[in-house]
């Protein structure tokens, strides 16, 4: 069973950084995809920035392109996501998420079959 925890989510000030991390076990990954969604408070999950396991390629919802990075650490089995230069309007529920293939960029919720618990980010202002 595949399991996804995520870590790193904090408090921090508006034009700070910060890594998330998300662990991922029970499974080998190549040619799986993973990304990052984020829930706002009282709205629906967006997606954020996904990535191939074995290619490293990467894809980014505009509204975070420039500013977060993602990568993984194939030997750690861990995805990373930095996020520089964070917004108030970046507060939310940040979740990792996986699915086996990697054929194209996955962008939707529904593909994915697994998630992890979420970690709260909350950006001051």
């Known amino acids: 069973q595949v399991t996804l925890v995520e870590y790193g989510g904090r408090l921090v000030q508006a034009g700070g950084s910060l890594t998330l991390s998300c662990a991922a076990s029970?499974?080998?990954?190549?040619?799986?995809?993973m990304g990052w969604f984020r829930q706002p408070p009282g709205k629906e999950r967006e997606f954020l920035s996904v990535?191939?396991?074995?290619?490293?390629?990467?894809y980014y919802a505009d509204s975070v392109k420039g500013r977060f990075t993602i990568s993984r650490d194939n030997a750690k089995n861990t995805m990373y996501l930095q996020m520089n230069s964070l917004k108030p309007e970046d507060t939310a529920v940040y979740y990792c998420?996986?699915?086996?293939?990697?054929?194209?960029?996955?962008?939707?919720?529904?593909?994915?079959?697994?998630w992890g618990q979420g970690t709260w980010v909350t950006v001051s202002s």
């Open positions: 998420a996986a699915r086996n293939g990697d054929g194209t960029f996955f962008l939707s919720p529904a593909e994915y079959n697994y």
């Open positions: 029970g499974g080998t990954f190549s040619y799986w995809t």
């Open positions: 990535i191939k396991w074995n290619s490293g390629s990467a």
